[in-house]
């Protein structure tokens, strides 16, 4: 159980363009769901965090005119980057937490990669 | 603010030599502590918790045990493999502003060499 999927595993895409991450819970219900951003050699660096039908809390620094993070359902989570950039390359993983399994853990995705030209 | 301190790898041993991994953290209130596993290409993979202090998280034959009074959560393997080669991650939670907020240390890679 506490299965969490991403899909693209592997993006890439051009300059300018935007593309869309999504993170879905496929076993339990999502309440709450986190999207990190990995830099090669270095640590999970939370962007935001969204809770199901509300607006996400982006971390300081984070752009989130952006990283567009919308939280539709209980399952589904995405991420779209727009205007990318070559500077936007990176691992990016979400990961989800019911209430219903504990407030102490987090479920994580596989993480996408994403390659802008 | 909360913060987790990793020793900084590349570690690399023999199959099946003891591995120690240190970590140490500061944060306010009580939080829970975790180590993360993560293979090349992969995502982050839970790979043992502590909820309390004392408390020993153990999996795959891998240890932590929770110190307060050293504020520690460091890892153990009596005897690492080949497969065990990967990078960890210790991280702790703490409830803030509602909702559980994960700070990571920066990752400590492994390498195990036949």
């Known amino acids: 159980g506490a299965v969490v999927s991403q899909h693209p595993s592997r993006v890439i895409c051009k300059s300018g363009t935007s593309v869309k991450i999504e993170c879905r819970s496929l076993d339990f219900q999502a309440t709450t769901m986190f999207w990190y951003r990995q830099f090669p050699k270095q640590s999970l660096m939370l962007m935001a965090t969204s809770n199901e039908g509300s607006k996400a809390t982006y971390e300081q620094g984070v752009e989130k005119d952006k990283f567009l993070i919308n939280h539709a359902s209980l399952t589904l989570s995405t991420l779209t980057v727009t205007s990318a950039h070559p500077e936007d390359s990176s691992f990016y993983i979400c990961s989800a937490r019911s209430e219903g399994r504990g407030a102490y853990e987090q479920y994580f995705g596989p993480g996408t990669r994403l390659t802008v030209t | 603010g909360n913060s987790v301190t990793q020793m900084e790898g590349p570690v690399t041993l023999s199959e099946e030599a003891f591995l120690t991994i240190n970590c140490t953290y500061t944060a306010t209130g009580y939080p829970s502590l975790f180590w993360y596993v993560q293979y090349p290409g992969e995502g982050l993979q839970l790979l043992l918790k502590a909820t309390k202090a004392d408390d020993k998280g153990s999996n795959k034959g891998f240890e932590a045990t929770y110190r307060k009074e050293t504020t520690s959560f460091h890892l153990e393997k009596g005897s690492v493999q080949v497969s065990d080669s990967a990078v960890y991650f210790c991280?702790?939670?703490?409830?803030?502003?509602?909702?559980?907020?994960?700070?990571f240390g920066t990752g400590t890679k492994l390498q195990v060499i036949p």
């Open positions: 991280a702790l939670s703490v409830i803030g502003g509602g909702y559980q907020k994960v700070t």
